[in-house]
């Protein structure tokens, strides 16, 4: 629990207490760090010169205002999820506005309902179609053959509609991620036994990459390392569990089908080219624009960041290695993100550095660890899986060194 001290006052503007609530309760459903909810929220009540104590959790939030005993306090629970990142814009432009209490709390609580009511920018069909680029977009990263990025379209057109159908379907939803697995890897072995494409469990990745849980890993790495044991902790073990869930359905598929074993690579070694993987994050851009409802504000600044990213973590690969690339590509990420949020075009800098996450391909790394052991490849999977966690622990490491380094700029505007 974190305390501020700030000059004592005998009164909390009304609705504070409810904006900084909802407030923080989108925020922890938008799937945003505890560590950076908490600093946010209690900048906003800093500037309205009231003393705070709130504890954030993903999926609990607990705010007193004022330092009396019978000071206000109440409670929220969260329902963790990815909401369409132009509300996440919008709410950060709240934020902006209330950080600096230009903004009665009455009226932010009307604009929260407000914005979170919006509906996504592209519609149903523009989620569809923004899952199939994404999926050709994460496809063109691996190098396949062009046998092997048709199926990736196909099948991220299918997981697209699932996503699609389940998006207002609570019980559904909780199934979605085994359900998508089970008929990618049906679909996807069916075509290895039919001859028409070449047998690869990477190249269930791209169709199946939303459901991979490489930015929560990632995020959970981060908050244990800024001391965030439990909500750290807990991302971590969901994000593990969602791996198992997606391997269950693969494998179900895989009996299903009854493909044997030896039919099966691990790793693809086609390639199509070195621009492949540079024309691969073009297209992923324009499928997150699409599938994640970014403005087009902001389009031209998560396409720079995902660059960045990306060759960033190509330099570090070649100068030293592995590691030292996901280190590098997620240092540059949040340092170019904290730039332009701060810079007068306010992207916020969830909004430009999420979609990096799938290029840093943390989750990927996990599922190609569990698939290897799938094939009783048990060598093989131990060295994937002692490769994720430290590629996690190096993103991770990339992202916190950026915030320390950037952190005088918090308070600060770029022109």
């Not at 999820?81 to 009665?104: F, K, T």
């Not at 590098?328 to 550095?353: Q, R």
């Amino acid at each position: 629990m974190l305390k501020d001290d700030l000059m004592e006052v005998t009164e909390v503007p009304m609705g504070l207490l409810e904006f900084l609530t909802k407030l923080g309760k989108a925020l922890a459903s938008a799937g945003i760090s505890v560590v950076d909810i908490t600093s946010i929220l209690k900048r906003i009540a800093s500037a309205y010169h009231v003393e705070s104590e709130i504890l954030v959790f993903p999926t609990m939030i607990l705010i007193k205002l004022g330092e009396h005993e019978t000071a206000p306090i109440t409670a929220a629970n969260p329902k963790p999820g990815l909401i369409p990142l132009n509300q996440v814009s919008e709410l950060y432009e709240l934020i902006y506005r209330a950080e600096d209490a230009a903004i009665d709390p009455v009226e932010g609580v009307k604009c929260i309902k407000r914005i979170l009511s919006e509906k996504h920018l592209f519609g149903p069909t523009g989620m569809i179609v923004g899952y199939i680029l994404f999926s050709v977009g994460i496809g063109l990263l691996m190098q396949p053959s062009l046998e092997q990025l048709i199926a990736s379209g196909i099948l991220g057109a299918l997981v697209g509609t699932l996503i699609l159908f389940g998006e207002k379907r609570t019980k559904f939803s909780v199934i979605l991620p085994v359900i998508a697995a089970l008929l990618v890897s049906c679909l996807f072995f069916w075509g290895v036994k039919a001859g028409l494409v070449a047998g690869s469990f990477v190249m269930l990745i791209p169709s199946l990459a939303y459901f991979l849980p490489g930015a929560t890993l990632t995020t959970g790495m981060f908050e244990l390392a800024s001391d965030e044991i439990v909500s750290g902790a807990s991302r971590v073990i969901y994000g593990a569990a969602i791996l198992l869930l997606l391997l269950f359905g693969v494998l179900l598929g895989l009996q299903i089908m009854g493909l044997p074993n030896q039919e099966l690579i691990v790793f693809n070694s086609a390639t199509l080219g070195w621009w492949a993987p540079y024309l691969g994050i073009l297209i992923f851009g324009i499928g997150m624009y699409l599938f994640m409802s970014i403005r087009n504000k902001d389009l031209p600044w998560v396409m720079l960041i995902l660059y960045v990213a990306f060759i960033g973590e190509q330099i570090g690969n070649y100068l030293v290695g592995g590691f030292f690339g996901g280190f590098l590509g997620s240092f540059l990420m949040a340092v170019s993100g904290t730039i332009i949020e701060k810079s007068e075009h306010k992207t916020p800098s969830f909004v430009s550095i999420l979609p990096a996450f799938w290029v840093l391909v943390p989750g990927s790394l996990g599922f190609i660890s569990l698939a290897t052991l799938a094939g009783q490849n048990f060598s093989a999977s131990v060295t994937s899986g002692l490769l994720m966690i430290l590629t996690i622990v190096s993103i991770s490491l990339g992202l916190l060194v950026g915030a320390v380094v950037m952190e005088p700029l918090k308070n600060k505007k770029i022109v």
